[in-house]
């Protein structure tokens, strides 16, 4: 290497040191952040345990044919009130009414040798076995007329229950069997809900609701809500009776049915939603879910000190109740994090603290705390 190009080196080194410092010094002078923080609060609010349900009427019968036939008439609609033994359904008799004329002929010769035997008898001029005999045929045939006639009736097919007529699929002219369900009517004055839980849920629910015994449980656990498949809550509750008590094997849940007032009718047999059990936060650190973020299936916020520095640090959620998250474990009331920008932010970096109020954010997700 000549001396020209050494002296070149030597220049070209000190021009690359002189701009790192002054970069380095820029970014030192770079001012901090501003970002948005609050201060944690105690609070105590009310969340919801939610599980898919099914709706039956009260009562619920299914409405059969007891002979097969072709429906000649239907004498109802679906969603009408109908009353026990009130007639919905009439088939095809015609074919049945030749047959019971016929059976009722047979009857008739089988009476008149009944009655022309029966002196022959008394004065011993025959013996009495012609006389049994013809009784017996007499019997068979009223029997065979009382058949036909039972199954003339059975063509008219009456309500088992008082109640509303659900859907029905067949109408004039189709061919119908004891097989087929025809309609269902239902009483829904009152519905009832079934549903499950986990065995957890299930013990956990035991846990918190006063009583010594099941059914003392029972009568103290709170009233529950209905949310509908459109997202709207029913406007009346209902309340938990019965509960089956035991896990089912295959799929590890226990058995609950509530009974709903349905005073309008709103709600129908074969509905479906989600029944909203109330669950009560009694004074729990609360803060918004835009204050964390997560990693490999973790959850952070970040905690900001005294001097202004974020710290990452690591929270359990015991609950969501809509955009609150009710924390467990991590941070404390009173203590101050990051409420929005995390994603600008580092482990350990300075920021320029701007206190949010809690109850201006509170306000602006628009949640009330008891």
Excluded: W
């Amino acid at each position: 290497m000549n001396k020209f190009s050494f002296v070149f080196l030597i220049v070209l080194m000190a021009l690359f040191q002189s701009c790192s410092e002054g970069e380095t010094k820029n970014v030192g002078m770079r001012p901090a952040p501003s970002i948005p923080i609050i201060e944690i609060p105690s609070r105590t609010l009310t969340g919801y345990d939610t599980y898919p349900t099914s709706l039956e009427g009260v009562v619920s019968s299914s409405v059969r044919a007891k002979v097969s036939g072709y429906i000649i008439q239907v004498m109802v609609d679906e969603g009408q009130a109908v009353k026990k033994g009130q007639s919905l359904f009439k088939l095809e008799t015609q074919s049945l009414n030749a047959d019971a004329a016929a059976a009722k002929a047979n009857v008739e010769a089988a009476k008149v040798d009944v009655d022309k035997l029966k002196p022959l008898v008394e004065k011993g001029i025959i013996g009495g076995v012609q006389l049994k005999t013809a009784e017996a045929r007499y019997n068979q045939a009223m029997a065979t007329y009382n058949s036909i006639s039972a199954n003339i009736a059975y063509a008219t097919i009456k309500s088992p229950v008082s109640g509303h007529v659900g859907a029905i699929p067949y109408r004039e002219g189709a061919l119908v069997s004891p097989s087929d369900p025809l309609t269902t009517v239902s009483q829904v004055d009152n519905v009832f809900a079934f549903f499950s839980m986990n065995e957890k849920e299930y013990l956990n629910m035991l846990q918190v609701t006063k009583g010594e015994t099941l059914d003392d449980k029972l009568k103290n656990m709170s009233e529950v809500e209905l949310e509908l498949v459109n997202g709207q809550i029913y406007s009346l509750k209902g309340k938990i009776k019965t509960v089956t008590g035991q896990v089912n094997p295959t799929t590890g849940t226990v058995s609950f049915r509530a009974t709903f007032p349905n005073p309008n009718r709103l709600l129908a047999h074969g509905n479906s939603g989600r029944i909203r059990i109330p669950k009560t936060y009694d004074n729990k650190p609360i803060i918004p879910e835009a204050s964390i973020y997560e990693q490999q299936g973790k959850t952070y916020v970040y905690k900001v000190g005294a001097d202004s520095v974020v710290t990452e640090a690591l929270i359990e959620i015991g609950a969501k109740v809509g955009p609150l998250l009710v924390v467990d474990e991590g941070i404390e009331e009173g203590d101050k994090i990051v409420y929005q920008g995390i994603d600008k932010l580092r482990d350990q970096m300075k920021i320029a603290p701007r206190l949010v109020p809690f109850d201006n954010v509170a306000g602006k997700l628009k949640v009330a705390f008891k």
